[in-house]
């Protein structure tokens, strides 16, 4: 476990060090209210262009306390400082594999030798060392939000965690045929009645498929399902396929809960960062 500890303190300390949203409990428009004035969060679906319409700031739920330490003991408690809470941080932002037993993990051999490399590598990873967290991992962290703007023929994504954002042609395009390897992918959606697909590809294999160091590869498929079942609750499905590196594709589930009267604020990890000249010295 020391490992996992070293590299869940880089983690942090590469970051998330932001503030929490900007225009904090300025009403948005269009929010349906209780009679107190509080957003609510089990209204009815609104809707854009004939969809249900996606946008708003939304945060992973947090994880439930006894499964994180079921599932991880007690090493995120170090960390633990008021507001941030790794421990409830979903599992599979830390482990998309958290479902499976070691022995039992679909993971290639060189997938395995490479996640060993990560453990090892004292604490250098990507987010250390300021690059993008990158998806899944950055749909998954119950940390920071994200803001999704949608509009006719493209959806915006924009990730508080690194100041990273993504778009999302639902104009009928299809993905490039020959990518240039990028960080984020490239992302195209479509509608199955009233939940977006959104299908990712053309990654570089320089990022993490989560907090743990599980590798990927420049074959990398990502597919989103997001179903907004009402104001204030949304289910997201997450599949990662990936032949290279596992052996088959790998699907989890959150729910992502709507931040109402908020916003996502900047952040640039390179500002005032010093950790990294520390790195891989104990």
């Given amino acids: 476990m020391s490992g996992q500890k070293k590299r869940i303190g880089i983690l942090f300390v590469g970051a ?89 993990a679909p993971i290639r051999p060189e997938a395995a030798e490479l996640f060993q490399k990560n453990v090892g590598a004292g604490g250098i990873t990507p987010v250390s060392s300021c690059l993008p967290l990158s998806i899944p991992g950055a749909d998954l962290l119950t940390y920071a939000p994200f803001k999704i703007i949608q509009t006719h023929g493209l959806i915006v994504i924009f990730y508080e965690v690194d100041n990273t954002h993504r778009q999302i042609y639902t104009d009928g395009r299809k993905l490039p045929a020959d990518p240039q390897p990028a960080w984020m992918g490239y992302s195209v959606g479509h509608w199955e009645g009233d939940t977006l697909v959104v299908d990712t590809a053309g990654f570089n294999d320089k990022g993490r498929l989560d907090g743990f160091g599980h590798p990927r590869s420049e074959a990398l498929r990502v597919q989103e399902r997001f179903h907004r079942r009402d104001f204030g609750h949304m289910d997201l499905q997450v599949t990662v396929d990936d032949a290279k590196m596992y052996l088959r594709p790998i699907t989890v589930k959150v729910t992502e809960l709507l931040v109402p009267d908020s916003d996502v604020l900047e952040n640039f990890c390179n500002e005032n960062e010093k950790d990294r000249p520390h790195l891989g010295r104990h």
């Fill in 16 to 104: 998330l060090l932001s503030a929490r949203a900007q225009w904090l409990n300025y009403p948005s428009p269009g929010t349906p209210r209780a009679p107190d004035g509080k957003a609510n969060l089990s209204a009815k679906v609104p809707r854009a262009f004939g969809k249900p319409d996606l946008s708003g700031v939304w945060q992973t739920e947090p994880a439930p306390p006894e499964e994180t330490a079921r599932l991880f003991g007690d090493i995120f408690r170090p960390y633990a400082v008021p507001g941030d809470d790794p421990s409830t941080f979903s599992k599979y932002f830390w482990n998309i594999l958290a479902d499976y037993k070691t022995t039992e």
